[in-house]
């Protein structure tokens, strides 16, 4: 449903949803997909493009939680997601995520050579989070660093 995103439009596609249930309701949604950054998208990595929540405490950090236990048993490697400048991020360092890059601000995805609609979200910075096995964790493969 549209009305639920406040800051992009709805994603297309999804790999994967979760939710988070509290006193037998549910009270939380995450979807999951491929990274949108082409550069990212090589097959171990997965991204949480929306989580919505009713405001019930700690339902974001278990949906990132729930999520990466998911991501892990589908063999993923990493689990990226954004957060738009300002946000403290505190759900996702809950959750064992850890914000590897600041992204500065896109004008837009508007080109010459490839037209694009705006979405609201041109000029807004962005800090990009990552959570990865440890490498005490994996099995011998070698473990992403930070994009």
Known sequence: MTS?????????GMKFA?????????????????????????????????TYTTGTRNANSMLYAAAWRA????????????????????SLRAAGLRAVAVLRPRPGWDSPGRRRQSHGVDNVG???WEIYPSAAQSNGDEVPQGA
């Open 18 to 50: 979760i939710g988070v249930r509290a006193e037998g309701r549910l009270v939380g949604v995450a979807t999951v997909g491929r990274p949108v950054a082409r550069h990212l998208d090589d097959g171990w990595t997965i991204e949480v493009t929306r």
């Open 126 to 128: 962005r800090t990009r």
């Open 71 to 90: 991501a892990r048993s589908m063999g993923y490697r990493r689990l990226i997601t954004y957060t738009q400048s300002g946000k403290s991020g505190a």
């Open 4 to 12: 639920h995103h406040r800051h992009h439009k709805a994603p297309r």
